[in-house]
């Protein structure tokens, strides 16, 4: 009898620790929309009885990892505008099952355009550097967050070609923002804050 229970929980643990990998396209910008929106709503906005609040939350673009996403949001009846980074990944615990974790991390209208101006200017003024030296980095922090911009190969159609990255470091995340991503981003949240 022991060993009939004993085999039966090695199979339950074996068939626990070993289902699919968690594919992180899975988690998307509809998926950090959806769960955002409640970040917004209690830590941002603020949560008052029986008052009706409007907010616009547009979704600006994700990774293709989908581990970075980011969002804008407008609210005029409380004249708050802003900028979210979501943030997720994977884990294991020590038994091997895997965990998924997110959190979200609010930016005013004004340190939003000021993070995204600097990244965009480090970017541009580093491409000679870039261009010479596929090796070369360049870092800063800003409000306990290390942006890191670098080269790295990746996929143009079929042809492998150098593009630039942004790895954002907060918390006990380490993401990767692609430049197309954080163009995309870029260009939308200006739109949205006119």
């Known amino acids: 009898m022991k060993k009939i229970i004993l085999i039966f929980v090695f199979i339950s643990f074996t068939a626990?620790?070993?289902?699919?990998?968690?594919?992180?396209?899975?988690?998307?910008?509809?998926i950090s929309l959806y769960r955002a929106k409640e970040f917004v709503i209690k830590e941002v906005l603020g949560v008052e009885e029986k008052q009706q609040v409007r907010f616009v939350i547009d979704p600006l673009a994700a990774s293709n990892?989908?581990?970075?996403t980011s969002l804008s949001y407008v609210?005029?009846?409380?004249?708050?505008?802003?900028?979210?980074?979501?943030f997720f990944k994977q884990y294991y615990n020590e038994y091997g099952?895997?965990?998924?974790?997110?959190?979200?991390?609010?930016?005013?209208?004004e340190k939003a355009r000021y993070i995204l101006l600097k990244l965009a200017t480090l970017i541009k003024s580093e491409a000679p550097?870039?261009?010479?030296n596929p090796d070369h980095n360049?870092?800063?922090?800003?409000?306990?967050?290390?942006?890191?911009?670098?080269?790295d190969f990746i996929y143009s159609g079929d042809e492998l070609v150098i593009g630039t990255k942004i790895r954002v470091f907060w918390d006990e995340f380490d993401s990767e923002w692609s430049f197309t991503a954080f163009e995309r981003t870029r260009r939308r949240f200006q739109k949205n804050m006119k």
């Open 138 to 151: 360049i870092y800063f922090q800003y409000d306990g967050i290390i942006y890191l911009i670098y080269n």
């Open 97 to 109: 099952i895997g965990k998924y974790q997110y959190k979200f991390l609010n930016f005013t209208e």
């Open 16 to 30: 626990n620790s070993q289902q699919p990998g968690f594919n992180y396209a899975g988690y998307n910008k509809s």
């Open 129 to 132: 550097r870039f261009a010479d």
């Open 75 to 86: 609210c005029d009846e409380k004249k708050i505008k802003g900028f979210v980074l979501g």
């Open 65 to 68: 990892s989908g581990e970075l």
